[in-house]
């Protein structure tokens, strides 16, 4: 659980991804590659298309679309999938959004 400290880092978008990523140990190097390198265009592609600096703020209908245009649909969608089971773990958001835009 993240301390009270940590909270108003975490609960920008790009806090969360950068707390994220530096807790991903279980997946394998080539993978924390792959899975920072979604991760990193996605926040650059949100920020550049929206603004909002909240990780709780992203839209499923436009993380569906980012998934859509992705060169490995596969990775962006495990990585994003991923990102969001943490995310929910530490209360950064209240419902997972790539569960609504994958159906």
Known sequence: MLS?????????????????????????PFLMQHYTDVLECMV?????E??????AMLDPK?????VAVSTDRGIAMNALQDFYRWALQHQLVVENPISFATR
């Open 50 to 55: 929206i603004g909002i600096n909240q990780v």
């Open 62 to 66: 436009w993380l569906n679309e980012f």
């Open 44 to 48: 650059e592609c949100w920020l550049e």
């Open 4 to 28: 009270q400290t940590e909270l108003p880092h975490q609960s920008t978008l790009v806090g969360a991804v950068d707390s994220y990523l530096k807790e991903l140990v279980h997946v394998r």
